[in-house]
Structures are given as structure tokens and as C-alpha cells.
């Protein structure tokens, strides 16, 4: 048919068609007669096409690749539909802005305002639109890089590898030249040049094995738009490591699960190291260690004689806090109300002097109901104020504000500290500063009368007696210097209970509550030295792991790793795709056994990135050392199957 009649046909005009033919899109047949173009239906199909993808936005280079059969036509509609994608979101992004300024009131809007917005705009998406187009070119070009094929001819010589090689080409009917014959022979097929390798595929057993020719092209495709370099071998690695870790999901899965259990074990073994080293460290902080002071045969924590050498060593000893001493008298009979009316209680009356509002036990300040003024601190610092129970209050019709008078007197040691004798003191006047509640059962029971310490001593020093606490009891500052203190005790003169020894009023015997105290830390202690003992032998298993891991992972990979050095990629390249492809797995599994542990609360996430760091290091340091082990080997004996 005539260009008229093609016109008809395709809807386009006399110089389109003009046009593709020079541009080499289209090579109608010639008439000999007249030399006038013939044109067949595939040219009319063809410019059809044309004029299609033309319609799509398509270049004409993009089109001639297609017509060259370099690029399918499924191929190439995909990237121009990527293409046409990012176009639709930078007019997206201009309609948006045209869209703003109409919306403007005033006709003059901030023109720099919508510039720096607008460059903003096509830097950050030219800048990804860009990065995304060429990894999607070098994955294209990847994908298009390598064929390969299967013959029954043996591939002993280089001039039968050079005949299996023409012979494929010729099938095809591409053109062939040889470049360099050997074991890896570079030829040339149509307008590209490859590099070939021959590979003996093992069948079951008894059967010949399969030979395999792997064709891979040297040069990237030069019609395609350029990439730097550093950028290409960049997309090509991140391409290469994301298809094999697809394409060996199993043991990429294997990878990741192993790694992740042996970071769980050693996230929960750091995290039983860590808090047994803080317990050690914070249960000094938890118990407090107690002190009393009793007779040496452990019968009676009061109403003992504790010398003042005693006093002295505890008051003096740094490791000795919150004394509370208490001296006890006898008070009687003698007593006045404010109404003037007379009053004998009869029985002797208990007196005790303190130092601090814990002397008796449990009570605090609420439980003390004070005159108007007072306080404990007005309470301590006096020297005529008392504090009376609320039962003797009540049986003596006493309330605060009130003064009271007693005869007083004291215990005495006598023979030795075996009995006791009674000594008549002055009489002491003293005004009821408050009313104290009692409380059933309490330890050294609830005594008529409190007077302040200072005043007891006072009280000893008027009638020229020597002064003696009836009861004391202390706390040690720091446990973890409790030795010292035991020390500093034992240098006072104070001796441990030594129950069933001889009675006595004597307070030379120290009861401390530190037994529990020395068992959890005893424990704590041996739990600490076995964690750290078996701390070697956790990173060796870490260590074991980050070697064995990789070395088993790699062994099923030397013929792939063959096959890549015999193409020509660099054996620094190929070493650092497969130890990529290995290290990322288990980067993933570390992290999920570090997060396991997180979750479990074995450790925190200040502790889980060491561990997770550690882990990694260790593989690292293990894959390695794997993969220079891996790569020790004979390329042809493992593409023959000799190796």
C-alpha cells in the first residue's frame, strides 16, 4: 500500500511517517519498478504502535529500543508509567500552589514566600523521584544483565565453548564475534558483549550432569540514562543482597531466628548480671540494721545499768545513728491537782526519761496530745515539763497544763548486778505539757510518767549519783561497714548474747539484727561470683554463634560465588554482597531478641543496645573470619564439581 493509504490507516500525516523512517523506526519495502515505498500491514501495525506510545508521552529513543527489540514493550510501558507517576505529583504540587495563589485577597501575593516553597517542593521530590528512577534503572539493568542456557554438548575446549556460543547466537539470530577465548570467554552478541562461564549442574545419582552456560554482559547499557559510578555499584548491592535474601528466605529466616534466641540468652543472662550487681549495690539501702542493748544472758532489753563508757563509745562511733536512750525512776504519792483537792495514787509510779519520741515503740508525734504551745521540740529542750498517760491521767484527774509533784527514787546494782536496791531521791515538780495515748502489749510497756533525758540526768547529777541508761537502742549507718562497727562495740566493752549465762542487771550484751542482712548478700554474693564465672564461657557461645552461623549459611553458596568471580565481579565486591546478605538477618534477629528482652523485662532499652551491639560485633568479627575462610577456594574445581 501507498503512504496515502497508510496516512488513512493510521492517522498520521506524511511527515510523521517521513520522520520515523528517518529515524531508522521504520523501513518500508521499495517497488523496483518506480523505487515508490510498499508498505506492508506489520508497517502499519508498527506505526500504530508508534503512535500509541507516542500518545503515552513515551521518547523516541524508549521506542526505538522497543522496535529494537533491546527493551520489551511490558518493560518499558512500566517505566513510563513510573515516569508519568512522578510527573502527576509535581502537577499535583503545581495545581496546589496555583490553587493557593487564586485564594489570595490581595492581587500582589508574597511572590518569594511561593518561590521558596515551590523549590522546596521540587528539591525534596526531585531529589527522590531521582534516587527511586535510578535504582529502578540499575535494577532493570541487572535484571536484563544475565541469561543463561543448558546443552547436551560437552564444553571440554575453548573452541567447543566457542561453538555452543555460536550456535546460541545463531539460533537467535544475533550476530556473533569471539573477543577471547578460554575458560571465561568474552564474545560479543548483537551490539553488547558478555562474559560466559560454564557450570556442571549434578543430577541424581547415576545420570550425566547438566551443562550450564552462564552469559552475563560486561558494560551497563549505554542507551540507558547515566548513573555515577559510586551510585551504580551502590543500587547494584542493595539489589543483589535484597534478591538473595528473597531468594534464600529460608536460611535468611534461620539466620534471623538464631540470632535472636542467642541474643535473648545473653540479654537475660546481662540482665541477671546486672540486677544482682544492683542488688548488691542497693540492699544496704533496703535494710536497716538495729541495735539493742540487753544483759549478756539475752532476758531484758530494759530496765538494765549501761554504763557511760558504753554511752561514750556508741555517741563517739561514726558508723552509730538515731540513739534512743531512755533512764527509768521511780516516781510516788505526792501529787496536787490544779482544784486543790488532794490525791495518793498509792503504788509506785514508772518514770522514764527519753531521748527521742521512737524510745517507746511505735509511737509518734499524733500520738500525743499537747497543751496549747507545746511541742516535742519545747518538750525536749525544757527542764520541768512531763508527758503523762492517758490512764494516769485519767486516774488522777490530770490534764495538760497541770503540775505535778513526786517523790522520786532509783534502782541500784547490788552484788554485782544480781539484785537490786532502791535509793530515795529529791522530789521534782513538773508540768503536764501534753498527754500521751498507750498502746496494749507494747514493748517495755507504758509508763505513767516521760520526762526529757536531759532532765533525768539533771536529776542524777543533784543528788550526786552516777548516771546509767536503762535502755538504748541504735541503728548502723552503713550495713556494708558493719564489721567496723561490730569492732568499735566490742572495744566499748560490749560482748554477744550468750543465752543461758549467769542473770544480770548488767547491759553489757548487743543484740543486732543483722542476720538477714548477712544471708541475702551471702547470697547475692555467691549468685554475682557464678553469673560471672560462667561470663567467658557466654561470649564464647556469642562468639561460636557469630562463626558457625555464617560459615554453615555460606557453604551451599560456593558455586553462586564461584560463578560471580568467573564473570568478572570483583572478589572484594562479591565478599561484601554475601556478608551483607548475612549480616542484616541477623542484625534484624538481634534486635527482636534484644526488644524479647525488653518486653520480658530482663533488661532495660539503656541495656538492650550494648547487648544488641555486642551480639552484632561478635558476628561481624565471626562472618568475616567465615567469609575469608569461604572464599579459599579453587573457582574451576567447584564449577567442574572437583572441589
Known amino acids: 500500500m501507498n503512504t496515502k493509504q497508510v496516512e488513512e490507516l493510521t492517522g498520521m500525516s506524511r511527515q510523521n511517517i517521513r520522520y520515523y523512517e528517518r529515524m531508522g523506526l521504520l523501513e518500508p ?24 506510545l507516542r500518545m503515552l508521552d513515551m521518547p523516541l529513543k524508549d521506542i526505538q529500543d522497543i522496535i529494537n527489540e533491546k ?109 577471547k577465548k578460554g ?26 550432569p547438566a551443562v550450564k552456560i ?45 540470632s535472636m534466641l542467642t541474643v535473648m540468652i545473653l540479654a537475660f543472662y546481662l540482665g541477671n548480671l546486672g540486677s544482682t550487681q544492683r542488688l548488691l549495690a542497693e540492699m544496704p539501702e533496703k535494710f536497716t540494721i538495729s541495735g539493742e542493748i540487753w544483759n549478756v544472758c539475752g532476758e531484758m532489753d530494759h530496765g538494765l545499768f549501761i554504763s557511760h563508757q558504753v554511752l561514750d563509745a556508741l555517741y563517739e562511733s561514726p558508723g552509730i545513728i538515731d540513739i534512743a536512750e531512755s533512764a527509768g525512776l521511780i516516781g510516788s504519792k505526792a501529787h496536787t491537782p490544779s482544784n486543790g483537792e488532794s490525791y495518793d495514787p498509792g503504788d509506785d509510779l514508772s518514770v522514764v526519761g527519753i531521748n527521742r519520741i ?36 485519767e486516774e488522777s484527774g490530770l490534764s495538760a ?93 560490749l560482748k554477744e548474747i550468750i543465752y543461758g549465762s549467769p542473770s544480770s542487771y548488767v547491759g553489757i550484751g548487743v543484740k543486732l539484727t543483722d542476720s ?39 557453604q551451599s553458596r560456593r558455586e553462586e560465588y564461584a560463578v560471580m568471580r568467573a564473570l568478572g565481579t570483583g572478589k572484594s565486591f562479591c565478599s561484601l554482597m554475601f556478608y551483607l546478605e548475612h549480616i542484616l538477618p541477623a542484625m534484624t534477629g538481634a534486635f527482636l531478641g534484644a526488644a524479647a528482652g525488653i518486653i520480658a523485662g530482663a533488661l532495660d532499652i539503656t541495656e538492650a543496645i550494648p547487648v544488641w551491639g555486642i551480639y552484632l560485633l561478635f558476628y561481624m568479627l565471626g562472618a568475616a573470619a567465615a567469609m575469608w575462610k569461604f572464599g579459599r577456594f579453587s573457582i574451576a574445581a567447584v564449577l567442574a564439581h572437583r572441589d
Open 516 to 554: 538477714i542482712f548477712i544471708r541475702s548478700m551471702e547470697s547475692a554474693d555467691r549468685s554475682l561470683t557464678l553469673l560471672e564465672s560462667f561470663l567467658p564461657f557466654i561470649l564464647l557461645i556469642v562468639a561460636a554463634a557469630g562463626y558457625i552461623i555464617p560459615s554453615l549459611l555460606f
Open 358 to 393: 521512737d524510745c517507746l515503740e511505735d509511737m509518734d508525734d499524733e500520738d500525743i496530745t499537747w497543751e496549747k504551745g507545746m511541742d516535742w521540740g519545747t518538750f525536749q529542750e525544757s527542764r520541768d515539763l512531763c508527758l503523762v498517760s492517758e490512764t494516769y491521767a
Open 214 to 258: 552462564i552469559c552475563e554482559k560486561q558494560d551497563p547499557d549505554q542507551n540507558h540514562r547515566q548513573i555515577p559510578e559510586k551510585r551504580r555499584r551502590f543500587f547494584q548491592g542493595v539489589h543483589i543482597v535484597a534478591t538473595n535474601i528473597r531468594r534464600y528466605r529460608r536460611k535468611s529466616v534461620l539466620n534471623l531466628i538464631l
Open 29 to 52: 519495502a521499495r517497488d523496483d519498478s518506480n523505487a515508490y515505498r510498499d508498505y506492508s500491514g506489520e508497517d502499519v501495525r508498527r506505526l500504530k504502535l508508534i503512535r500509541m
Open 401 to 493: 497544763g497541770d503540775t505535778i509533784t513526786l517523790d522520786l527514787a532509783r534502782y541500784s546494782q547490788g552484788l554485782a548486778g544480781v539484785i537490786l536496791t532502791r535509793e530515795d531521791l529529791k522530789p521534782g515538780t513538773f508540768s503536764v505539757a501534753g498527754i500521751y495515748r498507750e498502746e496494749a502489749g507494747r514493748d517495755g510497756g507504758n509508763p505513767e510518767v516521760l520526762l526529757p533525758l536531759d532532765t533525768v540526768k539533771e536529776i542524777y547529777e543533784e543528788n550526786d549519783k552516777v548516771y546509767f541508761a536503762s535502755a538504748l537502742s541504735f541503728k548502723v549507718k552503713d550495713p556494708m561497714e558493719l564489721n567496723e562497727v561490730k569492732q568499735e562495740l566490742a572495744d566499748a566493752g
Open 71 to 179: 527493551v520489551s514493550l511490558k518493560e518499558a510501558v512500566r517505566h513510563q508509567k513510573e515516569v508519568l507517576q512522578t510527573q502527576q505529583k509535581q502537577l499535583n504540587a503545581a495545581i496546589e500552589v496555583c490553587t493557593s495563589i487564586s485564594r489570595e485577597k490581595d492581587d500582589r501575593p508574597d511572590v518569594d514566600s511561593y518561590l521558596l516553597r515551590m523549590e522546596k517542593m521540587e528539591q525534596n521530590g526531585g531529589i527522590f523521584a531521582r534516587f527511586v528512577d535510578d535504582y529502578k534503572q540499575v535494577v532493570h539493568e541487572e535484571q536484563e544483565r544475565k541469561f543463561s542456557f543448558y546443552t547436551e554438548s560437552p564444553v571440554n575446549t575453548a573452541g567447543a565453548f566457542e561453538k555452543v556460543l555460536r550456535g546460541y547466537a545463531d539460533g537467535r539470530g544475533q550476530k556473533f564475534r569471539m573477543i
Open 183 to 208: 575458560k571465561y570467554p568474552e564474545f560479543m552478541m548483537g551490539t553488547e558483549v558478555y562474559t560466559a562461564v560454564r557450570v556442571l549442574e549434578k543430577k541424581k545419582e547415576g545420570e550425566k
